[in-house]
């Protein structure tokens, strides 16, 4: 069963898990076990997506697709998940690696973001989808949502899916092709590949999400470049 911290953070959520094990992973970080989040993180990112998607498709009903498309990535970007995160307290959850919790994992940016999908994943798996979108509404009520939003500096994975939606093209798609260095320290390689143009380029960081915008930079900087 749960700790007394995970059975607070169970309370927090609003959701009681039928399957424990599913939370349990979801606060484990790579570093600590083989049995991490990584795969709750890739689903939850999705679940995350498609629920902030449908609530700014009821909620800005005046905004344009593209519109929308900057606000909801204002939204799912890594420093509002971080904060959200902090929210729920999942920094005292967390179950780091000896090396990963002495380098400050527990406050890192990015590992907060990304124990919030898995922990979205986690509800997805254990109850299905109207209950995983049933908490990212919980998570968002405290969060201004407004058309205003667009205006905010465009990353480059905005900036990218913009110029392929401008063009009517499908979305690129992200995948990580590699990792590098020990659990605390590591580095990730992302390949983003745009199958319309038969096109891939590759970005690293410290982060899947640091890697991904690399990888859309690389991307944008290709279609952009003047043609012979």
Excluded at 67 to 82: G, I, P, Q, W, Y
Excluded at 160 to 187: D, I, N, S
Excluded at 202 to 222: F, I, P, V, Y
């Amino acid at each position: 069963m749960f700790s007394p911290a995970l059975a607070s953070l169970q309370s927090r959520l609003q959701h009681p898990f039928s399957d424990p094990s599913l939370l349990h992973r979801a606060v484990t970080h790579r570093s600590f076990s083989a049995e991490h989040n990584e795969r709750l993180e890739f689903l939850g990112d999705s679940v995350l997506n498609l629920a902030v998607s449908t609530l700014l498709y009821l909620r800005l009903q005046a905004q344009s697709e593209g519109d929308l498309s900057r606000v909801r990535a204002n939204l799912v970007k890594e420093d509002t998940l971080h904060q959200l995160a902090k929210g729920l307290r999942l920094d005292q959850v967390l179950r780091l690696g000896e090396g990963e919790a002495r380098s400050g994992g527990h406050q890192r940016p990015s590992i907060l973001a990304d124990a919030l999908e898995a922990v979205i994943g986690a509800v997805y798996l254990d109850a299905g989808y109207a209950a995983a979108e049933a908490l990212v509404l919980r998570l968002y009520e405290a969060v201004e949502i407004n058309p205003q939003m667009q205006a905010a500096a465009k990353d480059a994975k905005t900036a990218l899916q913009e110029w392929l939606q401008g063009r009517k093209m499908q979305l690129p798609q992200y995948r990580v092709v590699g990792t590098e260095g020990v659990a605390h320290r590591q580095t990730f390689e992302v390949e983003c590949a745009i199958a319309e143009l038969a096109l891939a380029q590759r970005g690293s960081g410290a982060s899947r999400r640091a890697a991904e915008q690399s990888a859309a930079a690389a991307m944008l900087a290709t279609l952009k470049a003047p043609r012979p």
